[in-house]
């Protein structure tokens, strides 16, 4: 279980831009331009030419031969090698993804303030309470600490939004485990160190298993990207 994560450190040039999209397919070419703002349409690019470029060494593929798929709700497998998994996110500066044997989900926030009373909309009632009975940055921090590891529940499971974030559950302890009807779930969530400024979480299904993180910076991964 392997975290890849590009530290956006540099300005991508339009001509750059343009021949990174050019190295995806139409399709993808297609969902990166959706998004409006220009740092969004970067990060998405950026995570897409990651995974081309984690799954080119691991199957011995082209870059652009790799064969992505999405499944009913939108989440993105390997259309023939269905027995990798991985899933992408991004937020501010970083670009991050996940790869295991098994379905995994990642997620990445920036801390920046917020308006707490999201809580009593998007997580449990013991979630809510737990937040309300802190202050300041402690509060805020538990706040993206529940956030993010719901989130990377929800993408290890491949139903998107179709899962809302207040049908479970998470315990903030050593082991973070995820309740549904009072159930414990099977699943291995992780907060991992990445940034002060950032919280970043996973979920797998390699119970007892440590992530590990490989961080690398853009230029460097854009001159891997293009020898």
């Known amino acids: 279980m392997l975290i890849d994560a590009?530290?956006?450190n540099?300005?991508?040039s339009n001509d750059?831009?343009?021949k990174c999209l050019n190295m995806l397919p139409q399709n993808e070419r297609i969902y990166v331009q959706k998004y409006i703002r220009r740092d969004d349409r970067v990060r998405r690019l950026i995570g897409m030419l990651l995974i081309r470029k984690i799954a080119s060494k691991k199957f011995q593929t082209p870059m652009y031969d790799i064969e992505i798929?999405?499944?009913?709700y939108g989440k993105p497998y390997f259309k023939t090698n269905l027995d990798t998994h991985f899933n992408i996110s991004h937020s501010g500066m970083w670009v991050v993804c996940i790869t295991s044997d098994k379905p995994v989900g990642i997620d990445i926030e920036q801390i920046t303030p917020i308006d707490i009373s999201m809580a009593d909309r998007f997580f449990?009632?013991?979630e809510s309470s737990?937040?309300?009975s802190l202050t300041g940055n402690d509060q805020l921090k538990r706040f993206y600490e529940l956030w993010t590891l719901k989130e990377s529940y929800v993408k290890a499971q491949?139903?998107?939004l179709h899962i809302r974030l207040n049908s479970f559950s998470v315990e903030l302890n050593q082991t973070h485990n995820v309740y549904i009807n009072a159930k414990r779930q099977p699943v291995n969530l992780q907060l991992i160190d990445i940034h002060d400024r950032y919280v970043?979480?996973?979920c797998a299904y390699e119970i007892g298993k440590q992530p590990k993180l490989r961080i690398n910076i853009l230029p460097n991964f854009l001159e891997e990207v293009f020898s």
């Open 69 to 72: 798929s999405r499944n009913i």
């Open 16 to 18: 750059c831009y343009s």
């Open 10 to 12: 540099s300005y991508i």
């Open 124 to 126: 449990t009632s013991s």
């Open 200 to 202: 970043l979480a996973t």
């Open 158 to 160: 491949g139903k998107g």
């Open 6 to 8: 590009i530290q956006i």
């Open 130 to 132: 737990l937040l309300h």
